[in-house]
């Protein structure tokens, strides 16, 4: 139970590690029914995946949602991956390896049921597209077996971002059909985070 935990808390810490941006549209909305759409202009948050079975530990937990700020407010904020410890809660302490424009590297400190975790993780950046995406640093000896994912940004109405996520966290020894019990929850969980985060500009924290 105590590794199930951690499953909902590393979803959104740091989550395809893929070369190109993944293409949703020019407005990133490539794919989504009138219903979805309409999901999204009330606030809502839409999930998907692409294992409708639950059964492949590599398939991504995919979520759209909109902030209200825009493109580059929401870059700018988030760009800054070691203040995630300002609003998720099971980060006990984040060192910077490196930081650049292009890429940085971060060691994540997590303490969850009294468990610790230490991994390190590779942000890469690309502003142009107002993407970027992550993975575990292959030369660390992470107490992860696998953590990926992405964001991008899009334009959405006046003063608001659309933003296209996707996650992938897998726990050693724990079955592909327990972890993704867990997986959507904890998406949930975290991106309702961010958007508090965001949409208070970065002044939101989280409660500890």
């Known amino acids: 139970m105590k590794r199930l935990v951690l499953i909902v808390t590393l979803i959104l810490v740091s989550a395809v590690m893929t070369a190109g941006a993944p293409n949703f549209g020019t407005d990133g909305l490539r794919g989504l029914t009138v219903k979805q759409k309409a999901t ?34 929401v870059w700018n904020l988030l760009f800054k991956t070691q203040d995630q410890i300002k609003y998720l809660k099971e980060i006990e302490k984040i060192n910077i390896i490196n930081k650049g424009t292009a890429k940085d590297k971060l060691e994540f400190h997590l303490s969850v049921a009294w468990l610790d975790y230490v991994y390190r993780v590779i942000h890469r950046f690309d502003f142009a597209n107002k993407y970027f995406y992550w993975g575990l640093d292959p030369s660390f000896k992470n107490d992860l077996k696998d953590l990926r994912g992405y964001w991008k940004f899009y334009s959405y109405g006046e003063g608001k971002t659309l933003a296209r996520y996707g996650s992938n966290v897998s726990i050693k020894n724990v079955p592909s059909f327990i972890e993704n019990m867990f997986k959507k929850n904890g998406v949930k969980k975290s991106l309702k985070a961010v958007r508090n985060y965001i949409n208070s500009n970065g002044a939101w924290r989280v409660k500890r």
């Open 40 to 73: 999204l202009a009330k606030g809502g948050i839409i999930f998907y995946t692409t294992d409708v079975k639950g059964k492949n530990k590599s398939a991504l937990i995919q979520a759209i949602l909109v902030f209200d700020k825009t493109p580059d407010q």
